[in-house]
């Protein structure tokens, strides 16, 4: 067995991220071959990940970042609160981050494919969990593009939005206002007319079988879930809810308050929990 020295196992630790005891064990199994020792890592990684696959990744670190008229979120998931807040962690996920919003990736799939520490994004991740013992999923990944975006990132990292305004000129108070409203309010879409028509006629359905169970007569059944649907819309659009900093007056009411002309062109909200 080749004789393992400190300064071999240090430099095979900056290299790959692994433990001490986890490089030694490398350059063991490698007899000593610093190439051969990184690639134990790796398959050591793999193993990891492809053991824990029926794992629940259900805490992790979810971030939104703009650049230019160009905004990414993404959330890169794992097992346990107590890896999310680790600052690696974190700053795995936003250098993540910082390569969406540089490549501008087409969606997830795009992403995860994407060249990254002489590997893809995919392969770093799995790495990742070989090294840190816990299932890591890149789990999300949208974005938007407009004029004008803004994020917003919620304490804790495990909530951000993104929203996209039709001016550049937008006042920021105004911008990071609708970002926390997106966050605190979760609408589903930005108006009425953008509901998909598939949701509004599960609302009714939900309204109708209300009523029916609560034994409202037949002939009003309509009336109240058409009601019920009118309530829905003005709770769950983004320009009917109200202002949570002032709930007389609308988001809509507000955004024309700042400029009659400025409009939110689409919105990104994503949590954890």
Do not use: W
């Not at 670190?61 to 807040?85: P, R």
């Not at 009003?220 to 009917?240: P, Q, S, Y």
């Amino acid at each position: 067995m080749a004789d393992i020295k400190a300064a071999d196992v240090q430099r095979l630790r900056k290299a790959t991220g692994a433990g001490m005891m986890d490089c030694k064990k490398a350059l063991q199994e490698a007899d000593g071959d610093f190439d051969k020792a990184i690639d134990f890592i790796r398959k050591k990684g793999q193993a990891i990940a492809n053991k824990r696959s029926d794992r629940d990744a259900s805490e992790g670190n979810v971030q939104a970042k703009v650049e230019g008229n160009f905004g990414a979120l993404i959330s890169l998931n794992c097992e346990t609160d107590f890896v999310a807040k680790n600052e690696n962690f974190v700053k795995f996920s936003s250098s993540i981050l910082d390569l969406a919003v540089a490549e501008k990736p087409a969606d997830l799939e795009a992403l995860k494919a994407l060249p990254f520490e002489g590997k893809t994004v995919v392969d770093v991740v799995t790495e990742q969990s070989g090294k840190i013992g816990e299932k890591l999923e890149l789990a999300y990944f949208d974005s938007i593009q407009a004029e004008k975006v803004q994020a917003y990132n919620h304490f804790g990292n495990n909530l951000a939005t993104l929203v996209g305004f039709n001016k550049a000129d937008v006042d920021e108070q105004v911008a990071k206002d609708v970002a926390m409203q997106i966050a605190a309010m979760s609408p589903v879409a930005v108006a009425e007319s953008d509901v998909p028509a598939e949701v509004i006629a599960k609302e009714k359905e939900i309204g109708r079988a209300k009523a029916i169970q609560e034994g409202k007569p037949e002939n009003i059944v309509d009336r109240i879930a058409e009601g019920m649907v009118k309530k829905f819309l003005k709770e769950a659009t983004l320009l009917n809810q109200e202002f949570t900093k002032d709930n007389k007056k609308t988001i809509g009411q507000y955004l024309k308050e700042a400029d009659k002309d400025l409009q939110v062109t689409g919105f990104k909200r994503f949590a954890i929990k």
